[in-house]
């Protein structure tokens, strides 16, 4: 077994195992953990394809920001993360479950035993998937997708936050009734400047 | 039997099997968090698929593009995802996506 094979078998099992951990886990920290075995799984298989450029952005991005994101919120919620708890539509899922059960499996035996003979990979050129290469593609003939997809980013941070913002902020601004703030020390009237106000002790 | 890893089935077999179990988790379970999880898989199997395809047309980098609009598209969706969730938690406290049915009432 060649060195490219072992690393083919080591990434696929680990993307394999870290995919049923995700969606297996009872706690959803143990799931963003999975998760990230996947996403460093799937970054190695974009190395042995030739894809440098987007094995950086897979871990800078994903194993970086998101992962991150998801953690986060997990540790927001604290426990109530991962109680679902007995769900309601509990036919409707099943029935869900099973049909995407039945269509996967459709879809792996086609690939799997219906495939008109191996497609093997031929030398690549030395520039493929490098960061000059793919750049340089973005930069050009992909400028006007790369400009939306700046722009559906604004959006989406700025929707999330509107979104995520609490809505009780009002309530701890106001403050309780009858009782003024005092902004100014000094006396308020020439008449009180002979009985200078006590300064409230310093706390 | 060809060596494993310098195929292209071998690729997209593995990429299908990841999209199954991320498919069978959103449909699954009821957790919102492993669901947006299961979410993100499918769309790193997609993403495998498609560099994969890229590295049999190796005159041509549009696959690696395409991955890469999408990498950028699900990073958007998870912070909108997780927002929506908090949003869920605030009104319900509770993740079960269960308890999002006011619309059916």
Same mark, same amino acid.
């Given at each position: $077994?060649?060195?490219?094979?072992?690393? @083919?078998?080591?990434?696929?099992?680990?993307?394999?195992?870290?995919?049923? @951990? &995700?969606?297996?886990?009872?706690?959803?920290?143990? !799931?963003?953990? !999975?998760?990230?075995?996947?996403?460093?799984?799937?970054?190695?298989?974009? $190395?042995?394809? %030739?894809? =440098?450029?987007?094995?950086?952005?897979?871990?800078?991005?994903? *194993? +970086?920001?998101?992962?991150?994101?998801?953690?986060?919120?997990?540790?927001?919620?604290?426990?109530?993360? +991962?109680?679902? !708890?007995?769900?309601?539509?509990?036919?409707?899922?099943? @029935?869900?479950?099973?049909?995407?059960?039945?269509?996967?499996?459709?879809?792996?035996?086609?690939?799997?035993?219906?495939?008109?003979?191996? &497609?093997?990979?031929?030398?690549?050129?030395? /520039? %493929?998937?490098?960061?000059?290469?793919?750049?340089? $593609?973005?930069?050009?003939?992909?400028?006007?997708?790369? /400009?939306?997809?700046?722009?559906?980013?604004?959006?989406?941070?700025?929707? *999330? #936050?509107?979104?995520?913002?609490? =809505?009780?902020?009002?309530?701890?601004?106001e403050k309780p009734e009858g009782e003024t703030r005092r902004? @100014?020390?000094?006396?308020?009237?020439?008449?009180?400047?002979?009985?200078?106000?006590?300064?409230?002790?310093?706390? | 039997?060809?060596?494993?890893? %310098?195929?292209?089935?071998?690729?997209?077999?593995?990429?299908?099997?990841?999209?199954?179990?991320?498919?069978?988790?959103?449909?699954?379970?009821?957790?919102?968090?492993?669901?947006?999880?299961?979410?993100?898989?499918?769309?790193? *199997?997609?993403?495998?698929?498609?560099?994969?395809?890229?590295?049999?047309?190796?005159?041509?980098?549009?696959? =690696? $593009?395409? *991955?890469?609009? #999408? #990498?950028?598209?699900?990073?958007?969706?998870?912070?909108?995802?997780?927002?929506?969730?908090?949003?869920?938690?605030?009104?319900?406290? &509770?993740?079960?996506?269960?308890?999002?049915? &006011?619309?059916?009432?």
């Amino acid at each position: $077994m060649s060195a490219g094979s072992l690393f @083919f078998a080591v990434c696929g099992l680990v993307c394999l195992v870290g995919a049923l @951990f &995700t969606v297996l886990a009872q706690n959803p920290i143990r !799931g963003a953990m !999975g998760l990230l075995a996947t996403i460093l799984g799937i970054a190695g298989l974009f $190395m042995e394809l %030739h894809a =440098q450029f987007l094995a950086a952005i897979q871990l800078i991005v994903y *194993a +970086g920001a998101v992962i991150v994101l998801f953690v986060f919120v997990i540790m927001l919620l604290g426990p109530d993360a +991962g109680s679902a !708890g007995p769900g309601k539509a509990r036919a409707s899922r099943w @029935f869900g479950g099973g049909l995407a059960a039945l269509l996967s499996g459709a879809a792996l035996y086609l690939v799997g035993a219906h495939s008109t003979g191996a &497609t093997v990979f031929l030398p690549a050129r030395p /520039e %493929h998937g490098t960061v000059e290469a793919v750049g340089g $593609m973005l930069f050009g003939k992909g400028l006007v997708p790369f /400009e939306l997809a700046t722009a559906l980013l604004i959006v989406a941070v700025v929707g *999330a #936050i509107a979104v995520a913002r609490s =809505q009780n902020k009002k309530k701890s601004v106001e403050k309780p009734e009858g009782e003024t703030r005092r902004m @100014f020390v000094g006396p308020l009237h020439p008449r009180d400047a002979g009985h200078p106000i006590e300064k409230e002790p310093a706390k | 039997m060809n060596a494993l890893g %310098h195929v292209l089935e071998h690729y997209v077999l593995l990429s299908s099997l990841i999209f199954s179990i991320g498919a069978l988790g959103f449909l699954v379970r009821r957790n919102t968090l492993v669901q947006l999880m299961s979410i993100e898989l499918m769309l790193n *199997a997609v993403n495998l698929a498609l560099v994969a395809y890229n590295r049999v047309h190796g005159d041509n980098m549009d696959g =690696q $593009m395409f *991955a890469f609009f #999408i #990498i950028a598209i699900a990073a958007a969706e998870a912070a909108v995802g997780l927002a929506i969730l908090l949003s869920l938690y605030r009104l319900r406290s &509770t993740v079960n996506s269960d308890e999002a049915d &006011t619309l059916r009432h």
